[in-house]
Structure formats: C-alpha cells, structure tokens
C-alpha cells in the first residue's frame, strides 16, 4: 500500500532513502559454505557469512529493497539490482564508505540525488575543503586514476567529471562532519537543513537492530 494513500513523507520534494550494508552470521552449513562466505579467524574457527544490503525510506520507515550475497564490496548491491527500487528525484543518504566517484556519477546520470558523508582520505577537493575555513564550497570531482573506477565509468557511460557542494555540519558532541551532495542549489537546499537530512540515515540502523535481534544473526 505504500504510496497509495497520497502521503508519502518527503524532504523538499524528495524521498529520503538511506542504504548501507550489514554482514550477516548464518549457520555453518555445506550447502550456506558453498553459496555464501567462509570466514576464519586467526585460530582456525570459522563462519559462514552473508553480506545483506537495504534500500530504506527513512522518512516513512519502510524497505523498498533488499539483496543478500556473499561479502563483497558494499556498493556493488545498490549499483545494481537495488537501483531499480531508486527513481528519478530521490536523495540516496548513504555513510563514508560510499564517498565513491562511481556511485556518484551513477547518480548524476540517472538524475538521482546523494548525501554522503565524507571520511578524509578518499577525495582530493574533500582533503581540501577538511583543511579551509570554508562552510560549504561547489567543487568539482574528476575521475579517479583507480582503473577499477575508470572501467566502470567507462563501460556505463559515466561523466569524468562531476559537479557537487561540500558541506561543514557540527554535532552536539563538537565534532565536525564534512557532507557531500549533489544538491547544488544553495536557495532551494540551505546548509543548515543537511545536518537533519544526514541525521535521518540513523532508522536505518535502527531497522538493522530490530532485524538482527529478531532473527538473532
């Protein structure tokens, strides 16, 4: 029914969807080994895990997608098949692992929108703006030198460059996180609005917990 009613809860015309990543215990079976991940620790144990991904309406807490696989690079699930529950118009929130130039470009193109936050380290102009006294700064990314990346921007037909705003939140324990977003427009979308756009990430989590408490994985 989700739709249906009309009242779909959005954030200045745009569903707010989070998506993230979690590694799932799963028994220690032949048939899970074979289809699954075998993990082993320094002393010879093992298990088997899965990684599990979700496409989540935080702002109506609700999943539009799920995919479950072996451990892998988490952005690979929303790059493809969990894009397909994405449209055009939605803000895709996602944490510091995905500050990557190919989810990104993907976004661009297909004219979704992203919210990330940023870890230093990982982009050059971010590096950059962490250092300046600015609040928010319009960049440009340029297509990474990592031929894994070029492949894939290449083989979708994916911008080499992309342009995106750079933004400074701070947090009630003083900290400061650096956002990035394609929400290039200052009038429409204000600083000030990012911190409680990001913050909004946290139901999904929350909907991992339940998930993980209720099937005790």
């Known amino acids: 029914l989700y739709g249906q009613d009309g009242e779909v809860l959005t954030w ?11 590694a799932l215990n ?14 082993r620790n320094q002393h010879g144990s093992e298990c088997v895990q899965a990684l599990a991904g979700v496409l989540y309406d935080v702002r109506n807490d609700i ?25 055009p118009g939605d803000l895709i929130v996602m944490d ?32 950059q703006f962490w250092e300046s006294t600015a609040t928010e700064q319009i960049v440009t990314l340029e297509l990474p030198q990592s031929p894994q990346t070029r492949k894939y921007v290449r083989e979708n037909d994916l911008s080499t460059s992309v342009r995106v705003r750079l ?19 200052r009038r429409r979308y204000p600083l000030r609005e990012f911190k409680q756009a990001y913050h909004w ?16 994985v």
Do not use: M
């Open 63 to 87: 999943a539009l997608g799920a995919q479950l696989g072996r451990r892998q690079a988490e952005k690979n699930f929303l790059l493809g098949d969990l894009w397909e529950a994405t449209k």
């Open 96 to 127: 510091r692992l995905f500050a990557d130039y190919s989810v990104i470009a993907q976004a661009e193109k297909t004219r979704r929108k992203v919210l990330i936050r940023c870890p230093k380290g990982r982009l050059t102009v971010v590096d």
């Open 26 to 39: 799963l028994p220690n079976t032949p048939e899970l080994q074979k289809a699954f991940s075998v993990q």
């Open 167 to 185: 933004v400074k939140v701070l947090l009630e324990t003083g900290e400061t996180e650096v956002l990035l977003t394609t929400l290039c427009d």
């Open 201 to 216: 990430r946290w139901g999904e989590e929350t909907f991992y917990d339940r998930v993980k408490n209720i099937f005790e």
């Open 12 to 22: 200045r015309g745009h569903r707010v969807l989070a998506y993230d990543g979690t």
